[in-house]
């Protein structure tokens, strides 16, 4: 029998307490029916979400219902449309509709696209997780499997070691890199301007405002406009910039402040609608855009593996990103379950090493041939 006694569970090492490392420490401890001791360690000191909004597609909200997360739900912390309709697309200049995305086989309402500021998702997710169980200002240097253990070293100079490693440490994954030194981001060439804000800054204010989640499609740029949970409101903008990627990495980080005047000027000439949105747009912020190519594989040293973007760096395409990596975690979850409850029954039982190996197996293979997807896929970049 593969499971380990109570007074020895399987030890579960996530490097990452974002979105994707939450929800994997939610599936592992209650999908997955084995004795299991989840850690996380997260690199900032304090739990919080940095971003903007984030939006789930059905697939994400039901894997979200599996896993018992309900308050993620809640019409208060997520928006959708009043139309039903997941998306509406209109023309840059004159605002009239050019085509609309649609569910099929959605038929419940808390199933449909719904879109949150990333802090309120992640604490619904956070009310499920003990917090002496995430270990804060560990940021993950590198990680190597020896022998019947894994092995996490923190910048910090200390270390962590368990039975299994999930990296869930993002698109600049450590884990990532520890194992698939030669994977490579490719900077898109654009940078998104995100801004959250009181929905009562522009609800009321603005002229012909579309109640549901709107894309405009310019000739080079869009423009992306929704409401979102907790009464909050998003705009996203973006540009090309034609640094090098050298350039950028040394003058443009993650979630840094922008120029306003920018995000006014590049949209001056819209229709009134967009151009009234922006001008009441408080502040933004920019989000250099960056995407890699498909692993060969998620899984590695027979006891690593990966999750969300650490795994799949599509770059926003699709804005599927969120989805995945719930997802990420219920399959894991699920191949464990599977793995651990058929060799506790069988003739000739799995050790626990052969067991981790082959849920690994089982999860990771074909995940990588889901995934191939990048923001050059789609026009439209943000949804």
């Given at each position: ?26 599936a ?18 304090e ?16 894997t ?19 139309s ?5 697309y209109r ?10 995305d649609s ?5 419940l ?12 998702l992640h ?19 590198r ?14 100079g200390?270390?962590a070691e368990?039975?299994v490693?999930i ?24 940078i998104?301007?995100?801004s ?13 405002l ?17 409401k979102?949970g ?28 922008g120029d ?6 590049r ?11 922006v001008?009441r747009t ?10 890699g ?5 998620w899984?590695?040293g027979?006891?690593?593996t ?8 599509h ?22 379950r ?20 082959k ?11 889901t ?9 439209g970049?943000?949804?």
């Amino acid at each position: 029998m593969p499971t380990k006694d109570s007074n020895n569970p399987l030890r579960v090492l996530i490097a990452g307490a974002g979105i994707a490392g939450l929800a994997t420490a939610i599936a592992l401890r209650r999908i997955s029916n084995i004795n299991v001791d989840v850690q996380l360690y997260e690199r900032a000191r304090e739990l919080k979400e940095i971003g903007a909004s984030i939006a789930l597609s059905p697939n994400g909200l039901r894997t979200l219902e599996k896993l018992s997360v309900h308050n993620a739900l809640d019409d208060d912390v997520a928006f959708r449309g009043p139309s039903g309709i997941p998306m509406i697309y209109r023309h840059w200049k004159t605002s009239r509709i050019v085509s609309y995305d649609s569910f099929v086989n959605v038929p419940l309402r808390r199933h449909q696209t719904a879109r949150f500021h990333r802090a309120h998702l992640h604490q619904a997710l956070l009310k499920h997780v003990p917090r002496d169980i995430i270990h804060l200002g560990k940021k993950v240097v590198r990680a190597e499997v020896r022998d019947e253990r894994v092995v996490v070293f923190f910048a910090d100079g200390t270390s962590a070691e368990g039975d299994v490693l999930i990296g869930a440490d993002g698109i600049r994954s450590k884990v990532r890199q520890s194992f698939a030194p030669d994977h490579r981001l490719r900077w898109t060439g654009r940078i998104f301007m995100r801004s959250t804000f009181d929905a009562s800054l522009v609800e009321g204010k603005v002229p012909d405002l579309p109640p549901d989640s709107t894309h405009w499609w310019g000739p080079r740029e869009n423009f992306f406009a929704s409401k979102l949970g907790k009464n909050q409101f998003t705009v996203v903008g973006s540009y090309i910039d034609k640094r090098s990627p050298e350039e950028l990495e040394r003058q443009v980080s993650w979630d840094q402040e922008g120029d306003i005047k920018l995000l006014r000027e590049r949209y001056r000439n819209w229709n009134p609608t967009v151009k009234a949105l922006v001008d009441r747009t408080p502040y933004t912020r920019l989000y250099p855009n960056y995407a890699g190519d498909p692993l060969p594989t998620w899984t590695f040293g027979s006891r690593v593996t990966l999750v969300g973007d650490a795994a799949h760096t599509h770059g926003g395409a699709f804005a599927a990103g969120g989805s995945l990596a719930l997802d990420d975690a219920y399959a894991l979850a699920l191949a464990f379950r599977h793995v651990f409850g058929s060799a506790s029954s069988a003739n000739v039982p799995l050790s626990p090493a052969a067991a981790i190996s082959k849920a690994l197996n089982v999860y990771g293979p074909n995940a990588p041939a889901t995934c191939r997807a990048t923001a050059e896929d789609r026009p439209g970049w943000h949804r």
